[in-house]
């Protein structure tokens, strides 16, 4: 399994004082280890788009990390992203209106964006950490009717990530179009296991690309 690992990654950078060399550096991994992706920030896309061709999908983040732009922001986001070369869009939903039970101002904010994707791979980051259950439970229900491709734990931005019970959760509620990515706090080879064997079909992490270096 070990060896397959990286195939369900988005090798990823996200942090704010990211600069190109280590974003060309995060692509040299992701090829050299087959990645699922490269998830880094969308003033990198265009950039990281040239560098890799069609070699290896590039992911990026919109509304990241705290969700309550506007739903016109996030579009401009979207369409500015898949313009410069990204491949796949990972937003953050709009907490605010989750607390406010508003939940189809949520989808159909899924769906503006979704549609601003031209067809590109869309996940929706729902940031359980702040989440009741049954808050969880609802959203899974919203992505899947807003017809995103993935639910995703978290941003990492926010106190907590990806937990076993939360992916498990998902699996238990979400559409069968709806796919799960687990992110935030993956450290350990084992846990990604674990995660893939709970539901989840893709991993945020920066740290495993490393661990399978130190093991290789």
Known sequence: METKLATYVDHTLLTQTAVWEEVRRLCDEALLFQTASVCIPPSYVKRAKEYLGDKMPVCTVIGFPNGYNTTAVKVFETKDAVQNGADEIDMVINLGWV??????????????????????????????????????????????????????????????????????????????????????????????????????????????????????
């Open 99 to 216: 607390k406010e039970e508003n939940y189809t101002a949520v989808r159909e904010e899924i769906q503006a964006v979704r549609e601003a994707c031209g067809g590109k791979l869309l996940k929706v980051i729902i940031e359980t950490c702040l989440l009741t259950e049954e808050e969880k439970i609802e959203l899974c229900r919203v992505v899947t009717e807003a017809g995103a491709d993935f639910i995703k734990t978290s941003t990492g931005f926010a106190g907590g990530g990806a937990t076993f019970p939360d992916v498990a959760l998902f699996a238990e509620h979400i559409g069968g179009n709806v796919r799960i990515k687990a992110a935030g706090g993956i450290t350990s080879l084992e846990d990604a296991e674990k995660f893939l064997s709970l539901g989840a079909s893709r991993l945020g992490t920066s740290r495993i690309v490393k661990l399978l270096k130190e093991n290789s």
